[in-house]
């Protein structure tokens, strides 16, 4: 116990070197100067690849299920399968084998996929590990001329980011954040919706990840994530809220996130898991069981988002877009909001005086913004392959087409770093009595240059 504790004040010690606050009170960290010769992602296209070789590391829950939905996905085949244990690898093969797949299985240590990494036939390394191994394989792949896709959340350090967007940047890699929520059908369309003007400017958005993982604790492999809980403080599962509503505010698109403030509640129900696992009490259980944090743009936009995943509170990823004019929510009923004509003679007495769209009435409103990505063809293949309702496919759909073409990933490296970023610097606000923490520029300097979220398409 003595030693945990002696590690967790030498980390704190550490980040407070790293980070300094200045005279304004605002933390800053350092952003190291992009080396001499190497440029930014931003739009970068790679050589078009006819028929993408997948190779998969990491077929745990998150992993098979990948693979299940890859088969069904044209525009690539899975050249590889890795896991370091041989049974999972085993059950996916065979999986693959009933399909008509010959794959070839890497497994047996946990370095097993550096042979998948440096195996010619796979052109894109997807990696549905723990979160601890996330990094260092995708540095790899890259390293070793392989595109990367890193399932959520992709990073957990400020430097992992940092290393992900320099070794993008040198090796000329696609290095992709794996945010199927970006892709869920509400938020496609209001995201259409929100592009066309129809809440006005979008001023504020709210985004969390509000899932009771009572359930889930005892599946992950070796019991990294309550491991991860139990050691780390701070939002530690951002993407799924943040990533979407990053989006509707063309965050490196002609905005940019500037800094950021975390408030957490103690660890209640969080030490009570590991006493039920271990018999022993738990007194330095880090992660607390409710953590906001508010983010603010350069444009004077905010951003609130959440986490909560100890307690029995519903399902929710808010997604909220609050324009001048207009609202969409997405929990617990979708809705979209505008505003309405004054009755001449006002009743002080109800509280909402906006145009409020539900149901059948939402569905024909949202009917008019179609998102470019979701053709009919495509919403049809989605429900039927499914994977999250056929989130987790329109997105995969979406990567492969982009690679199948030479074109410009819908993510790039840079939403990758500043949705993960979160993790560490919502940390370091807590560390330091929730002061306001700098969120740095990870396209130094780039990111007014392209004016609004887009998608690309083959001419
Ligand atoms: N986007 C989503 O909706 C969603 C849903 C669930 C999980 N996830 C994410 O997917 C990832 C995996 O989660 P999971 O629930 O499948 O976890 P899991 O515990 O079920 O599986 C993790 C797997 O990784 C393997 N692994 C660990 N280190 C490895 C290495 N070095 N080489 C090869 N294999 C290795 C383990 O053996 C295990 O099979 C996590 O990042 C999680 O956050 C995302």
Request: proline share 6%; glycine share 8%; with cysteine.
């Amino acid at each position: 116990m003595k030693a945990t504790r002696f590690l967790v004040v030498c980390a704190a010690a550490a980040m407070l070197f790293a980070s300094c606050a200045h005279d304004d009170g605002i933390i800053r960290t350092p952003t190291p100067a992009r080396p001499a010769g190497q440029e930014d992602m931003i739009q970068f296209r790679a050589e078009p690849i006819e028929n993408v070789g997948v190779g998969i590391v990491g077929v745990g829950d998150r992993g098979s299920g990948a693979v299940d939905r890859l088969t069904y996905v044209p525009g690539c085949h899975i050249a590889a399968v890795c896991d370091i244990e041989p049974d999972r690898v085993q059950k996916n093969i065979d999986l693959l084998a009933s399909r008509g797949q010959i794959a070839t299985p890497y497994s047996g240590s946990d370095e097993a996929y550096k042979q998948l990494c440096e195996d010619p036939a796979v052109d894109l390394v997807y990696i549905c590990t723990d979160w601890l191994h996330h990094v260092p394989i995708a540095l790899y792949a890259m390293e070793h001329g392989k595109h990367v896709a890193i399932e959520v959340p992709s990073a957990e350090t400020l430097q992992a980011c940092w290393d992900l967007v320099n070794t993008s940047e040198r090796t000329r890699q696609h290095c992709i954040i794996l945010e199927n929520c970006c892709y869920d059908f509400f938020e496609l369309t209001a995201l259409a919706m929100a592009q066309a003007g129809v809440f006005g400017e979008v001023i504020h958005a709210e985004g969390a990840y509000n899932h009771n993982l009572d359930p889930f604790w005892n599946g992950y492999w070796h019991n990294w994530r309550l491991d991860f809980n139990q050691t780390h403080r701070g939002d530690l599962y951002p993407t799924h809220g943040f990533g979407p509503v990053c989006q509707a505010l063309n965050i490196h698109r002609g905005d940019r996130l500037t800094t950021l403030v975390s408030m957490d509640t103690d660890p209640f129900n969080g030490p009570k898991l590991v006493e039920q696992r271990t018999g022993k009490p738990c007194t330095d259980f880090q992660n607390g069981d409710v953590t906001m944090t508010m983010l603010r743009t350069a444009k004077g936009k905010t951003i609130l988002i959440e986490h909560d995943v100890m307690t029995p509170r519903p399902y929710d990823r808010m997604y909220q877009l609050v324009g001048t004019d207009g609202y969409a929510g997405k929990y617990p009923v979708e809705e979209v909001c505008l505003r309405a004509e004054m009755p001449e003679d006002v009743n002080y007495q109800d509280l909402d005086f906006e145009k409020v769209y539900t149901g059948a009435e939402l569905e024909e409103l949202m009917a008019k913004y179609p998102n470019p990505i979701l053709t009919p063809e495509l919403k049809a293949m989605a429900e039927e392959v499914g994977g999250h309702g056929g989130m987790d496919f329109i997105m995969d759909y979406r990567l492969m087409y982009c690679l199948n073409h030479g074109l410009p990933l819908d993510m790039d490296v840079y939403d990758l770093a500043e949705w993960c970023c979160v993790t560490e610097l919502s940390r370091i606000s807590l560390q330091n009595g929730c002061k306001p923490v700098e969120i740095p520029d990870f396209t130094r300097g780039a990111w007014d240059r392209v004016k609004g979220f887009s998608y690309a398409f083959a001419e």
